[in-house]
T-cell receptor, first 114, second 112 residues
Framework: QKEVEQNSGPLSVPEGAIASLNCTYS??????FFWYRQYSGKSPELIMF????GDKEDGRFTAQLNKASQYVSLLIRDSQPSDSATYLC??????????????FGKGTLLTVNP | DVKVTQSSRYLVKRTGEKVFLECVQD?????MFWYRQDPGLGLRLIYF???????EKGDIPEGYSVSREKKERFSLILESASTNQTSMYLC???????????FGNGTRLTVT
């Protein structure tokens, strides 16, 4: 099983709709989870991070974490064309000693249609 | 704001050349990472470092080495560049294990 898995998409939603992006991970010991947005030709930029089970909201974005199901998701409300990008899920995976590496899913391409 | 600077935005090298990619951060972060990003394969971790002179192999270290002589600088070295190392290389830093990564602008390397 891959360490971090995402649906590759593309996911297409109309402007104003809710976009739902999903991610599963294999390491039950993972404690921190991140969502990044990446525009074409640019570096990833952090949108949100979540450490505890439940929901975390920041503006139009909500991250949801369920450690029992090893599942993390990102909801984007009132989607805008400017939200069109690739969304990367990243999970801290134990790598030995006291160190963790941040492992990324392959990303989901989101297109928001005007 | 964290600033992560990669020395080159675009680089073209020939097969067999030794290539150095440099990354400098200004936030005194402990951890530094090198990833490569390829279409369909996503971001893959090459090497990371959690302290000066310390390094750990990531998921795809073959053909690469790294150097961290000073806290702010983390170098990726391609000992003998090959065409399959043509890629976008991204450097990133973070303060601790549970902190988010901050990325540089990337170096697009082409090996011909």
């Amino acid at each position: 099983q891959k360490e971090v898995e995402q649906n590759s998409g593309p996911l297409s939603v109309p402007e104003g709709a809710i976009a739902s992006l999903n991610c599963t991970y294999s390491d039950r010991g993972s404690q921190s989870f991140f969502w990044y947005r990446q525009y074409s030709g640019k570096s990833p930029e952090l949108i949100m991070f979540i450490y505890s089970n439940g929901d975390k909201e920041d503006g139009r974005f909500t991250a949801q974490l369920n450690k029992a199901s090893q599942y993390v998701s990102l909801l984007i409300r009132d989607s805008q064309p400017s939200d069109s990008a690739t969304y990367l899920c990243a999970v801290n995976i134990y790598s030995g000693g006291s160190n963790y590496k941040l492992t990324f899913g392959k990303g989901t391409l989101l297109t928001v249609n005007p | 704001d964290v600033k992560v600077t990669q020395s080159s935005r675009y680089l073209v090298k020939r097969t067999g050349e030794k290539v150095f990619l440099e990354c400098v951060q200004d936030m005194d972060h402990e951890n530094m990472f090198w990833y490569r990003q390829d279409p369909g394969l996503g971001l893959r971790l090459i090497y990371f470092s959690y302290d000066v002179k310390m390094k750990e192999k990531g998921d795809i270290p073959e053909g690469y080495s790294v150097s961290r002589e000073k806290k702010e600088r983390f170098s990726l070295i391609l000992e003998s560049a090959s065409t399959n190392q043509t890629s976008m290389y991204l450097c990133a830093t973070r303060q601790g294990n549970n902190s988010p990564l901050h990325f540089g602008n990337g170096t697009r390397l082409t090996v011909t």
